[in-house]
């Protein structure tokens, strides 16, 4: 049973081009979480997921920020007109319905140049 | 605003020794309260978890103390391992999915 997988890895975009990453979850798991994790800093909660429904987007930037969990294929966080502020690392987690164990992807590290 | 405060922001401790991460929070509708195990280049794992019906959970070296009253909880890694050298993380949630996460302590062990 492959873990949650996120694509890709690394990531490096100049300002203001636009970065998408990607998160596959857990077979069976229908809920997907987004956090964000700055350098020397734990994890912020960005959005909540389920198929084709944004549940909880309170952690989500007003701006250029978005996400999606279509009813067929990965989530998909995108970032229009990146900026050097949004380099970090982000990590995507699934869970059969909340309230049981969210497993964590190993991330995309984002650089913007 | 850090919703969680976690001390100290590293560690070093001997082989066979004991390590204490110490967390403490402000808001009282936290019913859910995990510790993750982060190693470079990878995504956290979840190590142990506690709810506040029960004062103290062991899995294991790793045990986690909760102190309802003082808003604070507690891992200690009890006869530390050189494996054990992660970042670990405490976190709280009011609802099962939206963690509040601790800064994070760098743990050493040296053997």
């Known amino acids: 049973n492959a873990g949650v997988m996120q694509n890709p890895r690394h990531l490096v975009r100049r300002r203001g081009q636009e970065a998408r990453l990607r998160c596959s979850p857990m077979?069976?798991?229908?809920?997907v979480y987004w956090y964000r994790q700055l350098p020397e800093e734990g994890l912020k909660f960005m959005v909540y997921l389920q198929k084709e429904n944004i549940i909880d987007e309170s952690g989500m930037p007003k701006e250029r920020f978005s996400a999606e969990f279509p009813k067929e294929g990965p989530s998909i966080l995108r970032i229009q007109q990146v900026v050097r502020g949004d380099s970090a690392a982000y990590f995507c987690?699934?869970?059969?319905?909340?309230?049981?164990?969210?497993?964590f992807g190993q991330g995309t590290r984002l650089t913007v140049v | 605003q850090q919703q969680v405060k976690q001390s100290p922001q590293s560690l070093i401790v001997q082989k066979g020794g004991i390590s204490i991460i110490n967390c403490a929070y402000e808001?009282?509708?936290?019913?859910?309260f995990p510790w993750y195990q982060q190693f470079p280049g990878k995504g956290p794992a979840l190590l142990i978890a506690i709810r506040p019906d029960v004062s103290e959970k062991k899995e294991g070296r790793f045990t986690i103390s909760f102190n309802k009253s003082a808003k604070q909880f507690s891992l200690h890694i009890m006869d530390s391992q050189p494996g054990d050298s992660a970042t670990y993380f405490c976190a709280a949630s009011p609802n099962d999915y939206k963690l509040s996460f601790g800064a994070g302590t760098t743990v050493t062990v040296r053997a």
């Open positions: 808001n009282t509708a936290f019913d859910y």
């Open positions: 987690a699934s869970s059969p319905p909340p309230g049981t164990e969210a497993f």
């Open positions: 077979k069976g798991h229908s809920h």
